[in-house]
């Protein structure tokens, strides 16, 4: 009985072997490349890593990832035999990526230990910029460094200036004028005329375009976007537009400490509503409760909504101190899909917090027919 039971265990633990060794088996013939020092202008990168299965069953990839800045171009899609090589290409672009590198590849396969870890590394020698890099935006043969000048922050009694270089890669001379231009913007360029590139040159005339902001003719609140025309010798183009953006603010640097004591206060019983889910098509309305907790008269100038809301002004704009009142919003789903997270700002005189965000958050579902 004894000699029957070690036979037995004996193969038991055959059995167990033999299994143990019939599975696949990763062996890398490296897991890292180094490139080395490369330049940018050289282009994209290629690294090839090949693998032989040792294991005694097929070998399949079931998953390749990259890391960011670096893609998973190919890799062997068919079944590798026991004995046999198969391999994983990793590309790096170098493209405005300057200095070192260190990426890595996750391979996912139906061995044992299912997860093999590549890496790429090497350092990117940056190209020397030239024009196009410093003058990105391109009307015809007119190059400018931005096509939207920002202000960000205004005052509503402030006027501000900024300018934006400009460049003629043409080699013929360019005139510049400009159409579309509102009572609150003025806009120049000097030279008028930016002569034509010569011969020998990388590029024509340079010049710079002045634009002046005028907030209290403006007579707005809050994000406002202008675009002017761009009139290249005579020839309008609707693609040739400059956008200029601003938010304009209310100004209570010269209000005293009394006076700040005295002033409005907007508060809101709540500042984000949860619609929870609805089918694509439907409405959701919810009012926005708040109060003036100030001393003196809450002056609501301007109630904004994001794309897919509505948001009616509240019965009066001048609110009392003490007084209640609110702000209806409607969600339209229609067209919508998925999470959705859209805004109203709405802007008083409240000197703590002139402008305040409500959010209206929630889950459209696609209806199916």
């Given at each position: 009985?004894?000699?029957?039971?070690?036979?037995?265990?004996?193969?038991?633990?055959?059995?167990?072997?033999?299994?143990?060794?019939?599975?696949?088996?990763?062996s890398?013939?490296?897991?890292?490349?180094?490139?080395?020092?490369?330049?940018?202008?050289?282009?994209?990168?290629?690294?090839?890593?090949t693998?032989?299965?040792?294991?005694?069953?097929?070998?399949?990839?079931?998953?390749?990832?990259?890391?960011?800045?670096?893609?998973?171009?190919?890799?062997?899609?068919?079944?590798?035999?026991?004995?046999?090589k198969?391999?994983?290409?990793?590309?790096?672009?170098?493209?405005?990526?300057?200095?070192?590198?260190?990426?890595?590849?996750?391979?996912?396969?139906?061995?044992?230990?299912?997860?093999?870890?590549?890496?790429?590394?090497?350092?990117?020698?940056?190209r020397?910029?030239?024009?196009?890099?410093?003058?990105?935006?391109?009307?015809?043969?007119?190059?400018?460094?931005?096509?939207?000048?920002?202000?960000?922050?205004?005052?509503?009694?402030?006027?501000?200036?900024?300018?934006?270089?400009?460049?003629?890669?043409?080699?013929?001379?360019?005139?510049?004028?400009?159409?579309?231009?509102?009572?609150?913007?003025?806009?120049?360029?000097?030279?008028?005329?930016?002569?034509?590139?010569?011969?020998?040159?990388?590029?024509?005339?340079?010049?710079?375009?002045?634009?002046t902001?005028?907030?209290?003719?403006?007579?707005?609140?809050?994000?406002?976007?202008?675009?002017?025309?761009?009139?290249?010798?005579?020839?309008?183009?609707?693609?040739?537009?400059?956008?200029?953006?601003?938010?304009?603010?209310?100004?209570?640097?010269?209000?005293s400490?009394?006076?700040?004591?005295?002033?409005?206060?907007?508060?809101?019983?709540?500042?984000?509503?949860?619609?929870g889910?609805m089918?694509?098509?439907?409405?959701?309305?919810?009012?926005?409760?708040?109060?003036?907790?100030?001393?003196?008269?809450?002056?609501?100038?301007?109630?904004?909504?994001?794309?897919g809301?509505?948001?009616?002004?509240?019965?009066?704009?001048?609110?009392?101190?003490?007084?209640?009142?609110?702000?209806?919003?409607?969600?339209?789903?229609?067209?919508?899909?998925?999470?959705?997270?859209?805004?109203?700002?709405?802007?008083?005189?409240?000197p703590?917090?002139s402008?305040?965000?409500?959010k209206?958050?929630?889950?459209?579902?696609?209806?199916?027919?």
């Amino acid at each position: 009985m004894k000699r029957i039971g070690l036979l037995f265990t004996g193969i038991i633990l055959a059995i167990f072997v033999i299994a143990q060794t019939q599975e696949p088996a990763i062996s890398w013939d490296e897991t890292v490349h180094n490139f080395g020092t490369f330049k940018e202008e050289a282009g994209p990168q290629l690294a090839t890593f090949t693998f032989t299965n040792t294991g005694n069953t097929p070998l399949y990839i079931t998953n390749v990832r990259a890391s960011c800045g670096c893609t998973a171009t190919d890799y062997t899609k068919e079944p590798v035999k026991p004995g046999e090589k198969g391999f994983v290409k990793a590309t790096y672009n170098p493209k405005n990526r300057p200095g070192k590198f260190n990426k890595s590849v996750t391979v996912t396969t139906n061995t044992e230990n299912p997860t093999s870890l590549l890496r790429i590394e090497g350092e990117v020698t940056p190209r020397e910029k030239g024009i196009e890099d410093y003058y990105p935006k391109e009307f015809g043969e007119l190059r400018l460094k931005t096509s939207h000048l920002a202000f960000n922050k205004v005052y509503n009694n402030q006027t501000v200036t900024d300018t934006l270089g400009v460049i003629n890669m043409g080699a013929e001379p360019i005139t510049l004028t400009f159409e579309d231009v509102p009572e609150h913007i003025k806009i120049s360029v000097s030279p008028a005329v930016l002569d034509g590139k010569k011969a020998d040159a990388k590029h024509g005339g340079m010049g710079v375009i002045t634009v002046t902001y005028d907030a209290s003719k403006k007579k707005d609140w809050g994000f406002i976007m202008d675009r002017i025309s761009v009139v290249i010798n005579g020839v309008k183009d609707n693609k040739n537009r400059i956008s200029i953006s601003a938010t304009i603010e209310e100004d209570f640097s010269h209000l005293s400490e009394e006076e700040l004591a005295k002033a409005p206060k907007i508060e809101f019983e709540n500042i984000e509503f949860d619609f929870g889910t609805m089918k694509q098509g439907e409405k959701s309305t919810h009012n926005f409760e708040f109060v003036n907790t100030g001393k003196s008269d809450l002056v609501i100038r301007k109630i904004k909504a994001s794309c897919g809301c509505t948001a009616t002004n509240p019965e009066k704009m001048v609110i009392k101190p003490g007084e209640k009142s609110h702000i209806t919003v409607t969600f339209n789903s229609a067209g919508k899909r998925g999470r959705q997270n859209k805004t109203i700002t709405v802007i008083t005189n409240d000197p703590q917090q002139s402008s305040v965000v409500l959010k209206v958050v929630g889950n459209v579902e696609e209806t199916t027919n």
